[in-house]
């Protein structure tokens, strides 16, 4: 007789094994937000997980909830199509730095300056992972990638304060090796109303990682081991990553405000 799993409940076990690479940090990712969703208490029928297109964007298709694989860029959009038809769902946005912050960049930024109720986890792996690892928003100044090979002269996006300063009442970013304070954050998040981001930093060893000297997963952990810093609190502001730099992580931001939707 097969052992059941306290993740069976949420997971399809049908789509399994994931398609990630090795020493990828999505497993670890969706792992920590299945167990931050089922001690949240949410009923999980309510619950709806929609993601865009990439490599995180395959995440609304290995859990057992209603999902949506949608356009690229558009996830955020759909998403708030959802909760204006039924107010009583859960809407959660799991994708990519690449679909949020790059093509879906004005989505962003305007569902989180409205306050739209939803959460939003963004897995940031600093490129463009499954087309190729092409330069991405939140690539570090002088970081190689396969369209930068020469190292990148464009100002990253830091998310943390992209978000915070377009209005999200909860901001909070850490590494796939902080997997306690991942899942109580994304557990924060799902509980909070209003428009809450977490971020997540996630190594991408097989395109990102080969080209800055972090050729496997156990070095981009021993990397986050050494360089994070847990700063609660910290002004969003003061958070961009560098390559090679510290990563400071932590609870940025949980404010209250209006709702959209509550005062019409």
């Known amino acids: 007789m097969a052992e059941s799993h306290p993740m069976d409940a949420v997971l399809r076990q049908d789509r399994l094994p994931h398609i990630w690479c090795p020493g990828c940090g999505l497993g670890t990712a ?4 299945v167990s931050a969703l089922v001690k949240s208490g949410l009923d999980l029928d309510k619950v709806v997980v929609v993601s865009g297109i990439g490599c995180t964007g395959r995440v609304a298709g290995y859990v057992r909830l209603d999902s949506f694989h949608t356009t690229h860029g558009r996830a955020i959009p759909f998403a708030t199509g959802l909760k204006l038809g039924n107010p009583e769902l859960k809407v959660v946005v799991f994708s990519g730095d690449g679909d949020l912050a790059g093509i879906g960049g004005n989505h962003l930024i305007h569902a989180a300056r409205r306050n739209v109720d939803m959460t ?19 690539t570090p100044l002088h970081a190689r990638t396969s369209t930068s090979p020469r190292g990148n002269q464009e100002h990253p996006f830091n998310l943390p304060y992209l978000a915070a300063g377009s209005g999200a009442v909860y901001v909070a970013r850490w590494t796939v090796l902080h997997v306690r304070r991942l899942e109580k954050a994304i557990g924060e998040a799902l509980v909070k109303r209003g428009f809450s981001f977490v971020e997540v930093i996630s190594p991408c060893p097989t395109l990102y990682g080969r080209m ?23 002004d969003p502001r003061d958070v ?25």
């Open 240 to 264: 961009d990553i560098e390559l090679s730099g510290d990563i400071i992580v932590g609870k940025f931001v949980d404010i209250e405000k209006p709702v959209w939707g509550d005062t019409q």
């Open 30 to 33: 969706l792992t920590c937000f």
């Open 212 to 234: 800055n000297k972090l050729r496997e997963g156990l070095e981009h952990l021993r990397y986050y081991r050494e360089r994070s810093r847990i700063v609660h609190g910290a």
């Open 120 to 138: 939003v986890i963004c897995v940031n792996n600093f490129n463009y992972g499954m087309t190729g690892g092409q330069l991405a928003p939140t």
